[in-house]
C-alpha cells in the first residue's frame, strides 16, 4: 500500500511536465509558467482528500491549472505577449538538427503563437488544450466544466476561425496546429 506521500510524489512525476507545458503556452513566460504550475499542484494536493474521482487526475489537474490561469491573468491584467523570446520556450525544436530547419521551425512556432493570440481566447485556450496538450474531448468538457457538445462545436468553430487566420497570413494551416 502506497502512503499519501508517494501518491502525491507520483502524482506530480506524471503530470507535471504537462501541466507546465500548458501554462507555458498560455503565459509564454518560464518564470511565470513555473509559479502557476507550483501553486496548481498546491492546490491539487490541499483538494486530494476531497477527490471524488468524477473525472480522471489529469483532467482535475487541467482544470486547476486552467482556473488558476484565467484567474491570474485576471488579476495581474497581463499584457499578452505575441512571440516567445526564449528559445527553451520551443521543446519541440530540440529534435531540430540544422541551424537553418531551427530557424525555421522557430518562425512557424512564432507564426503559429501570433495567429493564436489574436483569436478569442476561448478560441485559443481549446485549441491549445485540444491540439498541443493532447486532451480528449471528454477531458476537455470536464477542464472548461462545458457538456461536449459545446466542447465539439467550440473546437469546430476556433479550427474554421485558426484557417480564415492563417489563410490571411499565407500559413498553411494544417501543418501549424501539430506543433
Known amino acids: 500500500m502506497t502512503s499519501y506521500l508517494e501518491k502525491l510524489e507520483s502524482i506530480y512525476k506524471a503530470y507535471q511536465p504537462a501541466i507546465y507545458a500548458y501554462l507555458l503556452r498560455q503565459t509564454k513566460n518560464t518564470a511565470t509558467a513555473e509559479d502557476l504550475c507550483q501553486d496548481v499542484f498546491l492546490k491539487a494536493f490541499e483538494a486530494l482528500p476531497h477527490f471524488r474521482g468524477d473525472a480522471t487526475i489529469k483532467s482535475w489537474l487541467y482544470r486547476i491549472a486552467h482556473n488558476h490561469y484565467v ?10 505577449v505575441t512571440v516567445m523570446e526564449d528559445t527553451n520556450l520551443y521543446p ?29 481566447p476561448v478560441f485559443r485556450d481549446i485549441l491549445i488544450l485540444r491540439d498541443m496538450q493532447e486532451l480528449s474531448y471528454q477531458e476537455i468538457a470536464h477542464v472548461l466544466g462545458w457538456s461536449l457538445g459545446k466542447v465539439k462545436t467550440t473546437i469546430h468553430r476556433a479550427r474554421l476561425q485558426y484557417k480564415k487566420e492563417a489563410g490571411k497570413k499565407g500559413v498553411r494551416s494544417d501543418e501549424m496546429l501539430n506543433y
Do not use: T
Open 71 to 80: 484567474s491570474y491573468f485576471r488579476k495581474k491584467d497581463v499584457q499578452a
Open 92 to 120: 519541440l525544436l530540440s529534435a531540430v538538427h540544422s541551424p537553418e530547419d531551427f530557424y525555421l521551425h522557430k518562425e512557424k512556432l512564432d507564426e503559429l503563437y501570433r495567429i493564436l493570440d489574436e483569436m478569442k
